[in-house]
């Protein structure tokens, strides 16, 4: 199945219906998001593409942004879409680890992208929708469809493969899990297409919704854009929900569904954001290896403050979610019984192919035919999920992941750093913080802070650098030398 022929179906069947908005104003009817689809993957095989080649997407949210993804589609290429955030040179190595041929960037990442490029919007985007359009491309279940990359141990990002079938999965899921969609209903993108609101809007297109693209963010437009279009859910991470709920401007905003996720939320910032919205929260806990797919918290849970047990359930991450098998598991792969804790594990045909280019990683992670998530759990009698602990090192700030090894290589590129150790802290306001732990080269002259800052601004994406620095004469180590990060943490 081509995911593309969702947009071809509406072309057809709604055609003068809004698709996509840029704020209030009408970007695209569905006749109109349909022919520029096809003329854009038509544009794609007169540059030599063929069915399977990559093509990259480096954009911040925009309706070209969802123009380009289904193009690719319809052409029957795989889409590698990239956080925007991200240095250049991380940008870079996707680019090259996946293969991509070509990139879709906009105006400002113009300059982050090397060799061939079409920015859009501009005239190399309407040489290409000026294309003659093509017929769907024939593309299978098991073909590769989006490259989702999502950092690993290594520090290095590795592509999660999700195929036709994942995606189409993820998406009948929705409908089962989080709420059904309608052509009267819509999504507003938020947060990046590139991840989680980008996954969260095929169940929209699926179904013939409107997809907003907000100009700015700000809470007076969102609250503008929910009178405008109705209600609209949208997804977002629990720091966004935070300071969407303390914003004057959305005071009486009715949207349609709020889906949370992607880091843990404090129960006191949930009860504040469902004092403002209202039980129209829900929220998900999922990997971009089983695309946002593993357990959910329902709206009807979040309403039942009656429950007795209704805190315990809203620390909670809800359960399995109706397309997967969720076990907690301990070191042999042995599933263990309620209460006790273990890592993660999930099958369905919602998980990933595997990682790309790499089948040692894809091994591991796929071992006996379960996803290990590297996150620690217990399930309580009832089947609710919570999350203990992450087996792994990853730091969640906002919603973003990072992982510390690579802000510690990013670190010792400064001469004045001996030794470094870097460990999320708790923030109300962020989720985690990046801490970073610092043995200097001559103890008796630290480096500045503000030239740690730079070195690691020269190689890494802002969002990952660290928000304080702690200088000491030793890392702590065990027998075997290992750094005991644990006894980094508070």
Sequence with gaps: MNLAVWVARHGRLRPDET???GGERVHATWAAFA??????????????LAPGDRVAIVMRNRPEYLEALFGIWHAGLVAVPVNARLHRDEISYILADSGARLAVVDPEHAGDVEGDAIVAPGPEWERLLAAAPVALADRGQDDPAWLF????TTGRPKGATLTNRNLLLMTLSYYADIEPVSPRDGILHAAPLSHGSGLYGLPHVARG???VIPE??????LAALLAHWGPLSFFAAPTMVKRLAADPALAGAEPRTIIYGGAPMYLADLEDALAVFGPRLAQIYGQGETPMTITALSKADHADREHPRWRERMQSVGVARTDVEVRVVDGNDRELPAGEVGEVVVRGDVVMAGYWNQPEATAEALRGGWLHTGDLGSFDDEGYLTLRDRSKDLIISG??????REV???LLH???VRDVAVVGHPDPEWGETVVAFVVAADPAAPPPVDELDRTCLDRIARFKRPRSYRFLEALPTNNYGKVVKRDLRP
């Design 19 to 21: 698709a996509l908005a």
């Design 35 to 48: 022919a520029r689809t096809a003329a854009a993957a038509g544009g794609l095989r007169e540059r030599g």
């Design 149 to 152: 990359y999502t950092s690993g």
């Design 209 to 211: 919704a409107v997809s």
């Design 216 to 221: 700015s963010g700000a809470g007076e437009e």
């Design 399 to 404: 919603g973003m992941n990072i992982y510390p």
């Design 408 to 410: 510690e290589e990013a």
């Design 414 to 416: 400064h001469p004045g």
